[in-house]
Nanobody, 125 residues
Framework: QVQLVESGGGAVQAGGSLRLSCLVS??????????MGWFRQAPGKEREGVAA????????NYAESVKGRFTMSRDNARKTLYLQMNSLKPEDSAMYYC????????????????WGQGTAVTVSS
């Protein structure tokens, strides 16, 4: 089974930065034709797409709310996904998940097959 383990979450002041990491084990989608991405979910709200990359290129799709502030990248040799988050805002507070195996719209959580357990991000004003 594919397993994804996120790390790097924590508490940060507004305007600060965090870098989330996601280590992928088992069958990897880094070299397959699938979307891999980052999603977030706040209490009482649906999971929303933050950023996504097609597994065979380096270009990323971003939610409008994070464009210019967040950057998704990956290290295929280390089987790790990254989400660099800069200029954080209180509304960015959420549980952040990495995911792989997306086959539809890149920021649509319902199209993804594999998920991590999440890492919490709290941004205080």
């Amino acid at each position: 089974q594919v397993q994804l383990v996120e790390s790097g979450g924590g508490a940060v002041q507004a305007g600060g930065s965090l870098r989330l990491s996601c280590l992928v084990s088992g069958y990897s989608y880094f070299y397959g034709g699938y979307w891999m991405g980052w999603f977030r979910q706040a209490p009482g709200k649906e999971r929303e797409g933050v950023a996504a990359q097609w597994s065979t290129n380096d270009n990323a799709n971003y939610a409008e709310s994070v464009k210019g502030r967040f950057t998704m990248s990956r290290d295929n040799a280390r089987k790790t996904l990254y989400l660099q988050m800069n200029s954080l805002k209180p509304e960015d507070s959420a549980m952040y998940y990495c995911a792989a195996g997306g086959s539809g719209r890149p920021l649509d959580a319902q199209t993804y097959k594999y998920w991590g357990q999440g890492t919490a991000v709290t941004v205080s004003s």
